[in-house]
């Protein structure tokens, strides 16, 4: 979300606006986090007035981020909802900045409707969602969602633009080099943190079915695991699959990612659930196909048999449809890409913010 953030701010400067991004001293306390870590390494990016004040547990902070805003009295304070657990430290913040009278609160909604349910969720999602004036939502289920918490605030579906601020495609054989994966193999890729809702274990056992089905099947799983690793341990060592898989389970920084797309020859996106997803835009930039799970908004940015193709979330489904992609081949399902791709532009999304906000 912070490449997001950042890529949305450049997007807006383009666009002649002046912009400052309010970002997170502290964001989890360590016992919430479950990652290795919540800092990037990365150089910090240049030509952005990024401010790391927000720290997420702390009211005084809340209150002193809030008083700055409030001072600095911009026309359009745009903010990131993904969970509740965000709630009151977003919507303290932003009632006190709006005392100016004069800030708009536009937010942008990557979920309403949290993926893994805890006590407080509604309480903490309905303090948040009244200080904002408006809504843009990333997916339909989203806006789905927000209807009901709100019925009278404006609210737009806008598509997640591409993320085409990780470098250009490079060569698979030069990814491939870079990752030491031989080029003769066929290469699944899963992308991103390791979470239940994301489906590794439906794809661990679609991996069982294919193994004997697919030559030179390889798996690469890349990100970091968001939960314990152990119970997936466990799955591959009964799954007899540990030699059909290629584990890059610690961060990948921004610099490194293109590497693992432009690796793969296929994007497994095996989801129980989901609204939209930040890795499909990567696919798209980097051209890679995809198949996906028939849950949220993925068949709706995965055109099948175009695109990719759409399963069920079963390891059966899952199979079926990387069998059935390498019968057809990836050259089949480049043009398409190409072609859709031209949809999800990142002035498509300030336009429709700034639109949004005018009409207040």
Same mark, same amino acid.
């Given at each position: 979300?912070?490449?997001?953030? &950042?890529?949305?701010?450049?997007?807006?400067?383009? &666009?002649?606006?002046?912009?400052?991004?309010?970002?997170? /001293?502290?964001?989890?306390?360590?016992?919430?986090?479950?990652? /290795?870590?919540?800092?990037?390494?990365?150089?910090?990016?240049?030509?952005?007035?990024?401010?790391?004040?927000?720290? $997420?547990?702390?009211?005084?902070?809340?209150?002193?981020? +809030?008083?700055?805003?409030?001072?600095?009295?911009?026309?359009?304070?745009?903010?990131?909802?993904?969970?509740?657990?965000?709630?009151?430290?977003? *919507?303290?913040?932003?009632?006190?900045?709006?005392?100016?009278?004069?800030?708009?609160?536009?937010?942008?909604?990557?979920?309403?409707?949290?993926?893994?349910?805890?006590? +407080?969720? $509604?309480?903490?999602?309905?303090?948040?969602?009244?200080?904002?004036?408006?809504?843009?939502?990333?997916?339909?289920?989203?806006?789905?969602?927000?209807?009901?918490?709100?019925?009278? @605030?404006?609210?737009?579906?806008?598509?997640?633009?591409?993320?085409?601020?990780?470098?250009?495609?490079?060569?698979?054989?030069?990814?491939?080099?870079?990752?030491?994966?031989?080029?003769?193999?066929?290469? !699944?890729?899963?992308?991103?943190?390791?979470?239940?809702?994301?489906?590794?274990?439906? !794809?661990?056992?679609?991996?069982?079915?294919?193994?004997? @089905?697919?030559?030179? =099947?390889?798996? =690469?799983?890349?990100?970091?695991?968001?939960?314990?690793?152990?119970?997936?341990?466990?799955?591959?060592?009964?799954?007899?699959?540990?030699?059909?898989?290629? !584990?890059?389970?610690?961060?990948?920084?921004?610099?490194?990612?293109?590497?693992? !797309?432009?690796?793969?020859?296929?994007?497994?996106?095996?989801?129980?659930?989901?609204?939209? /997803? +930040?890795?499909?835009? =990567?696919?798209?930039?980097? &051209?890679?196909?995809?198949?996906?799970?028939?849950? *949220?908004?993925?068949?709706?940015?995965?055109?099948?048999?175009?695109?990719?193709?759409?399963? &069920?979330?079963?390891?059966?489904?899952?199979?079926?449809?990387?069998?059935?992609?390498?019968?057809?081949?990836? /050259?089949?399902?480049?043009?398409?890409?190409?072609?859709?791709? @031209?949809?999800?532009?990142?002035?498509?999304?300030?336009?429709?913010?700034?639109?949004?906000?005018?009409?207040?």
């Amino acid at each position: 979300m912070s490449t997001f953030n &950042e890529r949305l701010a450049r997007a807006f400067m383009e &666009e002649g606006h002046i912009v400052s991004i309010y970002t997170f /001293s502290l964001q989890y306390p360590s016992i919430l986090f479950p990652g /290795s870590s919540q800092y990037s390494t990365e150089p910090a990016p240049k030509g952005l007035d990024i401010k790391v004040l927000i720290n $997420s547990i702390n009211p005084f902070n809340w209150i002193s981020v +809030g008083k700055k805003i409030k001072k600095e009295k911009p026309d359009l304070i745009v903010v990131r909802y993904w969970l509740p657990f965000m709630g009151p430290c977003l *919507g303290s913040i932003l009632r006190i900045a709006k005392k100016n009278k004069h800030s708009k609160v536009v937010c942008i909604a990557d979920n309403i409707i949290p993926h893994e349910k805890r006590p +407080g969720d $509604s309480a903490f999602t309905k303090y948040f969602i009244k200080p904002v004036d408006a809504f843009v939502t990333m997916s339909q289920k989203v806006l789905d969602d927000l209807k009901l918490f709100n019925h009278q @605030k404006p609210a737009v579906f806008i598509p997640h633009p591409l993320y085409d601020n990780f470098g250009d495609k490079v060569p698979k054989e030069t990814a491939r080099e870079k990752l030491k994966i031989n080029a003769g193999e066929n290469v !699944l890729l899963f992308f991103g943190f390791i979470r239940k809702y994301k489906g590794l274990d439906l !794809l661990l056992e679609a991996m069982a079915i294919l193994k004997d @089905k697919v030559p030179h =099947l390889k798996l =690469l799983i890349a990100g970091e695991f968001y939960e314990d690793k152990k119970n997936y341990e466990n799955q591959i060592a009964q799954l007899g699959i540990a030699k059909n898989l290629i !584990l890059h389970t610690d961060f990948i920084a921004d610099s490194e990612i293109k590497y693992y !797309l432009c690796a793969a020859d296929l994007l497994v996106q095996p989801y129980r659930n989901a609204t939209q /997803s +930040g890795v499909t835009p =990567l696919a798209y930039h980097f &051209e890679v196909p995809m198949v996906v799970t028939n849950v *949220g908004a993925l068949p709706a940015m995965v055109p099948h048999q175009k695109v990719g193709l759409v399963a &069920e979330p079963t390891p059966a489904s899952i199979a079926s449809n990387i069998e059935q992609f390498f019968k057809i081949g990836a /050259s089949h399902f480049i043009p398409h890409i190409i072609e859709e791709k @031209k949809k999800y532009n990142w002035h498509t999304m300030t336009n429709g913010i700034i639109s949004l906000a005018d009409k207040l």
